[in-house]
Structures are given as C-alpha cells and as structure tokens.
C-alpha cells in the first residue's frame, strides 16, 4: 500500500540536505550508506511466516555553491517471505534512483527543489515476486525499502521560513507526477500501473526549550487516482502530525517523539479500503561523548483499521555514533515484538522481529 511504503525513511533521506534559515557557508560534500537486515516473523508453528529484507542505500550529496546543492541516492534490496518453512515468494534488485536539486533563496528564508525519479527499480512483478513486494510495503513493520520502483516521475517543491522571536515557522508544497509504467506480469499479459499525481503541504514550526528544542508539524498529502490499465481507483488523501522534543541534561539527552498517520478511505483494486491510521510514540536516553554516543529508545505502535485495533508493536532500540576523523559510524539495533489483530474477530498472531543498520557516512 503506497500509505504504508511513504512513511519508510532511510538513512539516506534524513540526512540528505534541508533548507535552514540560520545556515552559513559551503556545507561538506558526502557519500552515505547503511546496509541493513531486517527479518519479521508472524504466527508460530505450521502457520508462522517470515518476511526477510536486506537492503543497501547509498547517496550522494554535492554542495555546488552556498545555495545550491546536488544529492542523488538508490538502493538495492532483497526480500524475502518464507511460509511453512520454505521460501513462497522473493524479490530482488535495484529500486529506483533519486536526483534532486535545491536552490536556496531570498537570503536563506527560501528554497526551491527540483526532483527527478529515475525508473531504475525492478519492475514487471511476476507471480511468484508479488507477495515479497507487497510484504515489504506495510509500514506496520517499517522495513528498510518499501518499494522496488513507482515509475519515472518528478517533483517540484517551495519551501518558505521565517522567524518570529523565539519561534520558527516553516511552510512547504510540492507536486509530484508519475508516468505509467509495467507493473505486474500476468498469464493473460502485462498489468501497466500509473500512482495518482500527489500535491503536498507542510507547516511546521520549531523553538529553543531551555538548552533543548521542540519541533512539529502537519502534512497533508491529497492524491489523484491510481490507474491500473484504464481503471481509476482513489486510494486515499493522507494527513500526518509530528513532533519532537529533545533536552539535554549535561552529556545526557532525553528525546521524545510522536507521529500519527491518517489514511482516508478509498479503494484499491475494485474494492473499498476502509480508513487507517496509524501512531508511534518513542521515548530516547542518550549518552554524548567526544568520539561514541549511546542512545536507547523505546517504541510503541498502535495500527488501526476503521477504528479496529489490526495492530501493536513495541521496539527495543540501541543505537551507537563514532565519529572518526571524516568518518560517521553509526550501528544500530532494534528488537520488535508485537500482534496483528484479524479483522473478522480471530485469534491474534504473535509477531517478532530484529533489524540491524550500519549507517557510514563520509564529509
């Protein structure tokens, strides 16, 4: 579901480079990558089923002056369900490829962006690649890529901060438009997809509290209809809430952060998707020292479908910071436990998981 695969964020993303009022200078150049694994097992027994990604992003980022910056990432990604002991479906390959550039203007209280997405992902899913693809896309488990490709496409952004004493105010819009492209290989031929044109919106503010900060902000992002062959389908406009807070307590930090995700209702494929939503509440103690950082978290999940529990999830994180010279190395972990809720009032399924990330990055 294109809901659950847009809330994954790799490393690659976050650190990519964003418009800050208060910037000077020529920021670093950097190659960036976090190869990661990640393997989910729901159920148990004859039922249980494993759902295995390994992924390896990789970016680029290219000060060309003071105000314009060049990033272009991609990844490779192999995913894997097992069913019964055995492997059901598998999915293997490079997913698309980011180009982007970003024009800061108006004496930095001002950003334009132009994207490219290049079709460079595995496409024509076969019969036996559907279900992995369609595995890795559920943000539930938030696996490391939740997609191989959605076609070649552009976007282009505005972005606008300003400050209004100790406040600082942020709105952004951006338009995004996909070209169709061979989706699903079936017995009767090729299935061609085309994703909805998506138009964007942002508002987001952020302050000094004491020696720490707080930020938040509200999206809403309002889709056209997906076309599959000359079928329209509107799948859902989607509105998100988040926020963070961070204080520091001598070389300690205590973080916590909240995001909820509103899907409406729509359709997919002929039949009625039913609204969802879906919230995490995380709470981080950190260590800071002059060459290792240690932070823990802790994580909750909450997963509703049309104000039906579907879900729960808590996750157990422990991440590490080297910083060697031009070097960053970050190793992280995360143990997940949780249950999936039947929809139609059957049993629950217990579910696990572990992922691991090693996020070098170079400046």
Request: net charge neutral.
């Amino acid at each position: 579901m294109r809901f659950m695969s847009r809330l994954a964020l790799t490393a690659c993303a976050v650190l990519a480079p964003a418009l800050s009022a208060q910037s000077t200078g020529l920021a670093a150049s950097a190659v960036i990558t976090a190869p990661t694994y990640a393997i989910y097992s729901i159920g148990g027994g004859k039922t249980e089923k494993r759902v295995e990604q390994y992924s390896s992003p990789l970016a680029f980022i290219l000060p060309v002056t003071k105000t314009f910056t060049i990033d272009f990432s991609t990844a490779y990604a192999a995913s894997t369900v097992i069913s019964n002991g055995a492997v059901s479906s598998s999915i293997a390959g490079l997913t698309d490829s980011q180009l982007r550039g970003s024009l800061v203007v108006l004496d930095q209280h001002a950003a334009i962006t132009l994207g490219l997405n290049l079709p460079t992902g595995r496409y024509t899913v076969t019969a036996n690649q559907q279900e992995a693809a369609g595995q890795i896309g559920n943000a539930f488990l938030l696996m490391p890529v939740g997609g191989m490709g959605v076609g070649p496409g552009g976007t282009m952004g505005l972005a606008f901060a300003e400050r209004y004493g100790a406040w600082n105010l942020g709105l952004s819009g951006s338009v995004r438009k996909t070209g169709r492209f061979d989706a699903y290989q079936l017995s009767s031929g090729v299935l061609r997809f085309e994703p909805g044109d998506e138009y964007r919106l942002r508002v987001g503010v952020d302050r000094p509290v004491g020696n720490g900060s707080f930020s938040g902000s509200l999206n809403y992002s309002k889709f056209g209809p997906d076309i599959i062959d000359s079928s329209a389908f509107p799948t859902g406009d989607r509105i998100m809430l988040q926020s963070g807070l961070s204080l520091p307590f001598g070389d300690n930090t205590l973080s916590v952060g909240f995001w909820d995700m509103y899907r409406m209702s729509g359709e997919m494929i002929g039949t009625n998707a039913p609204w969802e939503n879906l919230a995490d509440l995380s709470i981080g103690w950190g260590i800071r020292g002059k060459y290792l950082s240690l932070q823990t978290s802790i994580e909750q999940r909450i997963w509703q479908i049309e104000g039906a529990r579907a879900g729960d999830l808590t996750n157990f994180g422990v991440n590490a910071q080297f910083n060697l010279g031009s070097f960053i190395i970050a190793p992280s972990t995360t143990v997940a436990l949780g249950k999936l809720h039947s929809a139609v009032g059957g049993p629950s399924a217990a579910m696990q998981g572990v992922r691991g990330q090693l996020l070098i990055r170079w400046h």
